[in-house]
C-alpha cells in the first residue's frame, strides 16, 4: 500500500488557488478589478532558421514576458490578498473562499479577426488583409528563404508604381502563430472594454482592468507596424468601445520609456476626421481622443535625432484644432526625493492635462442639443521599461523610474477617472506594452496592480467591539501605543501598499524560488573508521526492531507506541503562494518559451558512405599516381590436382625452422635399433 503524499506548503497554496481561481467565474464574487489573460500570446516569438544564440539573446520581445508578468500579478494577488502565512487570509483546506478577492482574473480564449469593423477602422482594409496573408505565408516563407517578412508586391510590373516600404527585420518577425497571438491579444483586450463598460447582473462588475498580452501596440501607426508593434491594442479598445458601448470620448495616458509615435499619429488623424465629419454623423465615428505621455526622448524612436520623430515626441498642444497632445520627458535623478519632486512638478502635469480634456468634452456634450450621454474612459499603455530594474540596455540614457511610481501614478489615474464632470465613472483599461527585462516586468506589473486596486484589497474588516468592559477600556488606555509596529505604508497618494514588497531582498526571494541557484557538488563522505566490538552484527540487525514504535512501560514490557497525532498544516509564504498561483495561470498543454538555438539550427542530412563494391576508381594519371595494390594470390593445396592454381609462397617464418617435421611412426615400420656397422 502507498503512503500518501506529503502536505507542504506548496501543495496546500496549489489546492486553494485552484478553488479560489475557480470561484472567480461565479457571479457571487465580486472584485473592482480585472487581470485578462490569454495563452496564444505565448505562440509569437522568433523564428528564422540558423539564428545563433547570441542573435537569439538578443530578441527582447519574447513569450517570456508573459511569464514574467503572470508571476508579478500572482504576487500582488498574494500581497493585496493577504493569502499567505503572515495575511488576513493565508491558504488552507478548510478554507471558506472570499467573496471579495483582490482583483479576479479571467483566462480568456477570445479572438477578434483582423479583418472585422474594430480593426480595420484603426487599421485601414488594405493594410490587415495584406497582415493576413503574410502571417499565413509565414511558415512556407521561413521553410524556403528564411525571410518572412517580405511584402506581397502588387502591380509591380507596371511602371511607374510605389514600391512598398520594407519592415525592419531588427524589431519585427513573424511565424506560423503569430496571427492567432495578435487576434487574440485583441480579444483580451475586448473582454476588459467589456468587463468595464458593462454590468454583471445584480452586482456591478468592475470598474478596471489590467489586460497581460503581448506583442505591443503603441509604435505601431495605422498602415506601418514598428518597435515589436504590429496593431495598436489601445487604438482598437477605443473603437470597440464606441461601436459596443457608444464611447465619446477617450484619454490615452502612456509611462512606457519610449515614446509611443504610433498612438499619437493616429490620435491626430481619428481627431482630424472627426472634424470634417458632418454633425448628423454617427457618434461612434466622432469619438474624441488624447494623448498624454511621459517618456525618455533620446530613446527609441528618437534616438537618431530624426527631426519629425523628435519634434512629435516633444509636442504640446492642449484643446487646439480639435486636437489634445502632451509629452514630457523623463528626467535624470541621484535620491527618491529628488525623483519625487520631478513627479510633483513635472510628470504629474499629464494628469492634470489628461482632466482637463476629459472635463472640456464633457462640457461640450452635455451643453450641445440631441447629443449623446457622455461616455469616457481612461486607456493606460502600460510600459515597464522605465523600471531601475531594467537591462543596462533600456538604461543607456541614464534615466528611470523607481518601482513605486507605477502604483503612484497608477493611483492617481485612478483618483482621477473617479473624479464628478469627467463622465468616466472610475473607467480604466490598462494594456500591457513594454518591459523586457524578467525583473522590471515583476515588479512593474506588481506595483502597477498595487495602485491600480491597492485601497480596496488591504482595508480590514474590523470586528465590532462593546463600548464597555475591560477589554475596551485597556483598548481605549493602550491605543495611543504602536505595540504592533508599523502598519502598510501610507504614500501622500492615500494608497495602502507597502514599498518593501518590491525591495531588492523580496524580488530576489522570488527569483530565487522560480530559478534556485545551481548548489555546489556535495563532497564525497570519507570512509568510516574500521568495525569494532560494538559494531552490530549481521544476524542482530535482523532481529532489531524500529525503536521508535516502541517503548518500554516502568514495568519493563515492550508495547508499541499509540498512534502519533498528524503534523500541523505548514505555513504558506508569500513566495511560495505567489510561485503556485503562477503555475496555475501558465499553460502546461502548449509551447510558451522561446525557440531555443537547436530548434532554429539547419538540420543535419545524414550521407551514406557508398559501397566499396559498388564503386569504379578510375586509375589516376599522371606523374604523381600511386602505385596499385597487388591482388592476393588465393591459397592452394599442393597436390590438389589444380596445377594452374599458384602456390601458396613460403611464410619466412618457415625458414626458421631448422627440423622438418617427422610424420608419427605407424606400426609397421620397423625403427632401426644401434648395432654395429
Not at 72 to 84: E, K
Not at 121 to 145: F, P, Q, Y
Amino acid at each position: 500500500m502507498e503512503e500518501p503524499p506529503s502536505i507542504t506548503a506548496a501543495s496546500v497554496a496549489a489546492e486553494y488557488f485552484a478553488r479560489e481561481l475557480a470561484s472567480h467565474a461565479d457571479a457571487q464574487t465580486s472584485a473592482d478589478a480585472l487581470v485578462v489573460l490569454h495563452d496564444s500570446c505565448y505562440g509569437h516569438r522568433y523564428s528564422r532558421p540558423k539564428t545563433t544564440k547570441s542573435m537569439l539573446s538578443m530578441i527582447v520581445e519574447r513569450p517570456e514576458r508573459i511569464h514574467a508578468s503572470v508571476l508579478g500579478l500572482s504576487t500582488a494577488y498574494v500581497r493585496l490578498g493577504g493569502r499567505h502565512a503572515e495575511g488576513q487570509s493565508p491558504p488552507h483546506p478548510t478554507r471558506i473562499l472570499d467573496q471579495l478577492p483582490p482583483f479576479k482574473i479571467r483566462k480568456t480564449s477570445r479572438h477578434i479577426s483582423v479583418t472585422s469593423s474594430v480593426v480595420t477602422n484603426v487599421h485601414g482594409i488594405e493594410w490587415m488583409e495584406e497582415l493576413k496573408v503574410m502571417c499565413e505565408a509565414t511558415e512556407g516563407k521561413l521553410a524556403s528563404t528564411g525571410k518572412e517578412l517580405e511584402r506581397p508586391q502588387e502591380n509591380s510590373d507596371i511602371s511607374g508604381s510605389i514600391k512598398k516600404p520594407k519592415f525592419h527585420d531588427g524589431d519585427l518577425y513573424l511565424c506560423p502563430e503569430s496571427l492567432a497571438a495578435f487576434e487574440g491579444a485583441l480579444g483580451g483586450v475586448c473582454d476588459g472594454v467589456d468587463a468595464v463598460f458593462g454590468d454583471t447582473g445584480n452586482n456591478k462588475g468592475p470598474t478596471k482592468a489590467f489586460v497581460a498580452i503581448r506583442p505591443p501596440g503603441h509604435h505601431c501607426s495605422s498602415d506601418f507596424p514598428s518597435g515589436f508593434c504590429w496593431l495598436n491594442n489601445v487604438h482598437v479598445g477605443i473603437e470597440y468601445a464606441a461601436q459596443t458601448y457608444g464611447l465619446t470620448h477617450a484619454a490615452i495616458i502612456d509611462f512606457d520609456l519610449h515614446h509611443g509615435d504610433g498612438s499619437q499619429s493616429i490620435t491626430w488623424e481619428r481627431n482630424a476626421k472627426s472634424a470634417k465629419m458632418p454633425k448628423n454623423a454617427p457618434a461612434s465615428k466622432k469619438t474624441a481622443t488624447g494623448y498624454f505621455s511621459v517618456h525618455d526622448i533620446n530613446s527609441y524612436p528618437c534616438e537618431y535625432g530624426d527631426v519629425e520623430k523628435v519634434q512629435n515626441a516633444s509636442l504640446c498642444i492642449e484643446n487646439a484644432h480639435g486636437q489634445s497632445v502632451w509629452n514630457v520627458h523623463l528626467q535624470p535623478w541621484k535620491t527618491e526625493d529628488e525623483f519625487w519632486d520631478l513627479y510633483e512638478t513635472r510628470y504629474k502635469v499629464l494628469i492634470d492635462k489628461a482632466r482637463a480634456f476629459l472635463r472640456s468634452h464633457t462640457q461640450r456634450l452635455r451643453s450641445a442639443p440631441n447629443h449623446p450621454k457622455p461616455k469616457a474612459a481612461i486607456f493606460l499603455s502600460a510600459g515597464f521599461d522605465a523600471s531601475e530594474w531594467e537591462s543596462q540596455g533600456m538604461q543607456r540614457h541614464k534615466v528611470n523610474v523607481p518601482t513605486e511610481f507605477y502604483a503612484r501614478f497608477t493611483r492617481d489615474v485612478v483618483k482621477l477617472a473617479e473624479e464628478d464632470g469627467l463622465g468616466v465613472d472610475g473607467r480604466v483599461i490598462s494594456v500591457l506594452e513594454g518591459g523586457y527585462s524578467d525583473r522590471a516586468l515583476i515588479s512593474g506589473v506588481f506595483s502597477h496592480l498595487s495602485g491600480l486596486c491597492g485601497s480596496q484589497s488591504l482595508v480590514k474588516k474590523e470586528e465590532p467591539v462593546e463600548e464597555n468592559g475591560l477589554a475596551y477600556e485597556m483598548g481605549r488606555r493602550l491605543g495611543s501605543l504602536n505595540l504592533n509596529g508599523p502598519s502598510s505604508t501610507k504614500r501622500p497618494n492615500g494608497a495602502t501598499y507597502e514599498t518593501r514588497w518590491w525591495n531588492a531582498d523580496n524580488l530576489y526571494a522570488l527569483e530565487n524560488l522560480i530559478n534556485p541557484t545551481p548548489l555546489a557538488p556535495a563532497r564525497k563522505p570519507r570512509n568510516g573508521f574500521p568495525p569494532t566490538y560494538s559494531s552490530p552484527t549481521h544476524s542482530f540487525s535482523q532481529k532489531v526492531v524500529d525503536p521508535s514504535k516502541l517503548y518500554r512501560s516502568m514495568s519493563g514490557t515492550v508495547r508499541p507506541l499509540p498512534q502519533a497525532l498528524a503534523p500541523p498544516l505548514p505555513d504558506v509564504d508569500w513566495v511560495t503562494a505567489a510561485h503556485e498561483l503562477s503555475k496555475l495561470l501558465i499553460p502546461t498543454n502548449r509551447q510558451t518559451k522561446s525557440c531555443r538555438p537547436e530548434d532554429l539550427a539547419e538540420p543535419r542530412v545524414r550521407k551514406d558512405r557508398p559501397s566499396p563494391a559498388n564503386t569504379l576508381v578510375e586509375p589516376a594519371t599522371g606523374r604523381m599516381q600511386l602505385r596499385d595494390r597487388r591482388s592476393k594470390i588465393p591459397y592452394v593445396e599442393p597436390g590438389s590436382g589444380d596445377d594452374a592454381a599458384p602456390v601458396r609462397p613460403v611464410s619466412r617464418n618457415d625458414r626458421r625452422r631448422t627440423i622438418a617435421e617427422v610424420p608419427l611412426l605407424s606400426d609397421d615400420i620397423v625403427p632401426m635399433l644401434p648395432g654395429p656397422i
